[in-house]
């Protein structure tokens, strides 16, 4: 009998346990569900029509341009979904306003909702240029020519439409709201004179041809491909891929960076048209660094890059290895002294080359031709 008593204690605890656990998961998994279910209204409101009180556009004349936009249902938020350019004879900087009928700008650019039958299933740029089958295409789109060449938005913008600054001829820089989180289908698609992008801190990319044949930024043109769903980061002048580790695109006016500990790989486009005077590394970063104008890969001491200026280079001999895949800076070089032994690759002589087709180059003491 004791020994009974004694299992059905157990057994009683046992079951008291279990129902406490059980109820424990129950309430967690509630709070979770409910938060998701906030976060996921919260992202998902301004991209509903409904939000959107469309009964009435409004429209704003501010320097050159007319915008056209709408309220959100409680006034509170405004959305330019449209601009018209009045004058189309000078070069044009666009800065947008930051208020509608007092209400801060919070989305910009294209949605299909307002559209119907064939509008409706080409996206249109923010300036009406309909962007057809472009987005869908392995081709170049065709530029319309626009006379904006640079473009300001305001940080209260969280929200950007599909191919919102899309096949834009002389479009050369532009400022992103520090408040987006994501870019869409097209984004800048075909803009291939666009040299700079401030972009904002962190942002994930939801498409394949965000940047498609944007010649003017060749690492995120040939990485576009690759970048769907990834998230990226912008910091001194530099895109990283941080779902891959992987710096993708210096701005090609930058002169100086720092690259962080964090990357662990450099694509050979993310530094082409660059003239960089300085490059350093973090003392953290276990995969590359730099020494006499060279940067290198520590592991196979491959050189990356060669930065600076000086129309004469003596290779550092932490170098072992160069291929046709090193980047040199735009500066011209005119001399190029390799005195110890080098492991060459494929057509090696090429990126020296390309900036200065009579550039000298001396390897162990004998000139390479």
């Known amino acids: 009998m004791i020994n009974g008593r004694v299992n059905e204690s157990k057994e009683s605890d046992f079951m008291k346990m279990k129902k406490i656990l059980v109820s424990m998961f129950l309430l967690f998994f509630a709070l979770c569900l409910k938060a998701n279910v906030s976060n996921a209204a919260e992202i998902s409101a301004m991209e509903r029509l409904d939000y959107w009180d469309v009964s009435k556009e409004y429209t704003i004349t501010n320097q050159d341009a007319t915008y056209h936009a709408y309220l959100s249902k409680d006034k509170k938020e405004s959305w330019i979904f449209k601009a018209d350019l009045l004058n189309k004879e000078k070069m044009l900087d666009i800065i947008f306003p930051q208020k509608i009928e007092n209400a801060p700008v919070v989305r ?74 994501s870019l869409k289908n097209g984004t800048f698609f075909g803009s291939k004179d666009i040299k700079k992008i401030d972009f904002p801190a962190k942002f994930k990319v939801e498409a394949a041809n965000v940047f498609g044949y944007c ?112 980047v040199v800076t735009k500066a011209k070089l005119k001399k190029l002294i390799i005195s110890h032994k080098v492991k060459r690759y494929n057509n090696w002589k090429k990126p020296f080359a390309k900036n200065n087709k009579k550039i000298k180059i001396y390897y162990r003491g004998k000139r390479v031709k």
Not at 169 to 176: A, R, S, T
């Open 108 to 181: 910009l650019g294209y949605s299909a909702d307002l559209y119907q039958g064939e509008e409706a299933a080409w996206p249109q740029n923010l300036f009406g240029v309909t962007m057809f089958d472009y987005c869908d295409a392995d081709s170049r789109p065709t530029l319309e020519i626009l006379n904006v060449k640079s473009v300001v938005m305001p940080d209260t913008i969280r929200e950007m439409g599909s191919c919102t600054f899309g096949a834009m001829g002389n479009l050369k820089y532009i400022h992103l709201s520090d408040k987006l989180t």
């Open 215 to 326: 010649d003017g930024l060749p690492g995120l043109a040939h990485e576009t491909k690759y970048l769907k769903n990834d998230t990226l980061t912008f910091s001194g002048n530099m895109v990283i891929n941080q779902t891959e580790k992987t710096l993708i695109q210096v701005m090609p006016d930058t002169k100086k960076i720092t690259i962080p500990k964090s990357v662990k790989w450099i694509e050979p486009t993310a530094l082409k048209n660059t003239s960089l005077k300085t490059v350093k590394v973090s003392k953290k970063n276990k995969y590359f660094a730099v020494h006499k104008r060279c940067l290198y890969r520590k592991a196979e001491k491959e050189l990356v890059y060669v930065f600076g200026k000086g129309s004469t280079l003596t290779l550092s001999k932490k170098i072992k290895q160069i291929s046709e895949n090193v």
